[in-house]
């Protein structure tokens, strides 16, 4: 799978540092993951809330996300109601998710920064807490303000062992013919909008 960089582009910055509030009902965040012979699955997952603040430059001083893992959904399994039930309920399971103990993810930004030569792209680095593991992560992003409202696109490729997502792996379980592997990588992308 390909990971989704976006550029960040920073539109009428603020000539005040301000905060906003995570809309959960607005927000979304997309996960695609597949097996390395076969098909494909994407689905969603629920925004919980959190917190955005700018400087007075307009840049992002913070940035705190809760993802509500129960709310994990599938969108390509539409047509087979009893097959997207299964597959929900897997990736609910201990095998994957194990949302009865780990009920929440969480992103906490660490960094900011434009690129060089540029006032509006830039990159943004955090600690992005899954399935009881944290570990850093960077991605480009897009983020847009008016009035009100900021809102921010972006991406990221998950790797995950790094958050104990063993099952399926063949970098693990060798004796897996390539048919039952599933990639050790799966892509999330975000859609975040934030209300004063």
Do not use: C
Request: net charge positive.
């Amino acid at each position: 799978m390909k990971a989704v960089l976006v550029a960040l582009t920073l539109l009428s910055p603020s000539a005040f540092a301000e905060t906003y509030k995570v809309d959960s009902n607005a927000s979304r965040i997309e996960w695609k993951a597949g097996k390395k012979v076969g098909s494909f699955h994407n689905g969603g997952i629920n925004v919980k809330g959190g917190e955005v603040e700018t400087d007075d430059n307009g840049a992002l001083k913070k940035l705190n996300v809760i993802v509500d893992m129960k709310t994990i959904s599938n969108e390509d399994l539409k047509d087979s109601p009893e097959y997207q039930t299964k597959l929900v309920q897997h990736l609910s399971s201990e095998d994957f998710f194990n949302v009865s103990k780990y009920p929440e993810s969480r992103f906490e930004m660490t960094n900011f920064a434009f690129k060089k030569g540029s006032t509006s792209e830039a990159v943004i680095k955090g600690k992005f807490t899954m399935n009881g593991q944290t570990h850093p992560v960077s991605f480009p992003a897009t983020v847009s303000k008016e009035g009100n409202t900021i809102k921010g696109k972006g991406g990221l490729k998950i790797e995950r062992l790094k958050w104990n997502l063993r099952y399926g792996s063949g970098s693990i379980f060798k004796s897996l013919t390539a048919d039952k592997i599933i990639n050790d990588t799966f892509d999330l992308t975000f859609d975040l909008v934030g209300t004063k």
